[in-house]
């Protein structure tokens, strides 16, 4: 990701922010300073999604990042990940995993969450087919819940 895919980015969380927290300009730019994986992935020169995560021992202000943080010593935390509705069912979600994943495997997993009250069906469904493991439920500030997932690597 480079200060060129910036709006890009934030139009993508914008667009997908009843599954994700909102972003701003700033906000964004101090994520991608402490994130480990700051990805997007660009098709016929547009940003077809993007994705942020993290290992241990940033600053990262994320509950979630947090919960994660108290119960694991090494993880890589996928904190978001957005796909452009007019590109998805190409792969790209796998395809933006399978590389998160690839750099998270020397720090043994990777963790994130789930809205499951309400549930995001696809989303739990994909978790699912990737081999992540439910480790726990967190309730969100918005009162949703969130299903805590694993993938050891």
């Not at 499951?116 to 918005?142: C, D, I, K």
Request: hydrophobic fraction near 40%.
């Amino acid at each position: 990701m480079t200060d060129d895919d910036i709006e890009s980015v934030l139009r993508l969380n914008a667009d997908s922010v009843w599954a994700l927290s909102p972003l701003d300009d700033e906000g964004l730019r101090d994520q991608r300073a402490s994130a480990a994986f700051a990805l997007v992935c660009e098709i016929e020169g547009e940003v077809a999604a993007f994705a942020l995560a993290y290992a241990p021992g940033t600053s990262y202000g994320s509950i979630n990042y947090a919960w994660h943080s108290s119960r694991f010593d090494d993880f890589v935390y996928l904190d978001r990940i957005a796909v452009d509705p007019a590109f998805r069912r190409r792969g790209i979600a796998g395809a933006i995993y399978d590389a998160v994943e690839a750099g998270a495997r020397v720090r043994g997993r990777l963790v994130c969450e789930v809205y499951s009250e309400p549930p995001n069906v696809a989303s739990l469904a994909f978790h699912a087919s990737r081999g992540y493991r439910e480790v726990g439920h967190l309730t969100q500030p918005n009162g949703h819940v969130t299903v805590m997932l694993e993938r050891p690597l």
